[in-house]
């Protein structure tokens, strides 16, 4: 049973930063695409980044609205994906849950950014 439980989030001042965790079982982020995705109150939920796959490359690909600011990684030992989030903005805020395979979720993590 593929289990998926984040972390990390919280209050935060803009232009501050904060790294959410994502901790896989049941699945090795090693071997899975693994995403983050974000839902801010009234909006559709979407996509921040993702990454691949050793087997697909390990390529990492960010919304336009994060590039160079967030950055995906994975922690094959402790089968953990993080998501660094630097200069954070008020946008940012939002309930971030991480994805695997395109089928599995977990419950999401809220950060808030204050201005």
């Known amino acids: 049973q593929v289990q998926l439980v984040e972390f990390g989030g919280g209050l935060v001042q803009a232009g501050g930063s904060l790294r959410l965790s994502c901790a896989a079982s049941?699945?090795?982020?090693?071997?899975?695409?693994i995403a983050w995705y974000r839902q801010a109150p009234g909006k559709q939920r979407e996509g921040v980044a993702r990454?691949?796959?050793?087997?697909?490359?390990?390529?990492?690909i960010y919304a336009d609205s994060v590039k160079g600011r967030f950055t995906v990684s994975r922690n094959n030992v402790d089968n953990i994906v993080y998501l660094e989030m630097n200069n954070v903005k008020p946008e940012d805020t939002g309930l971030y849950y991480c994805n695997a395979g395109e089928h599995y979720w977990g419950k999401g993590t809220q950060v808030t950014v204050s201005s």
């Open positions: 049941g699945t090795s982020v090693r071997y899975d695409d």
């Open positions: 990454i691949f796959s050793e087997s697909r490359g390990g390529t990492t």
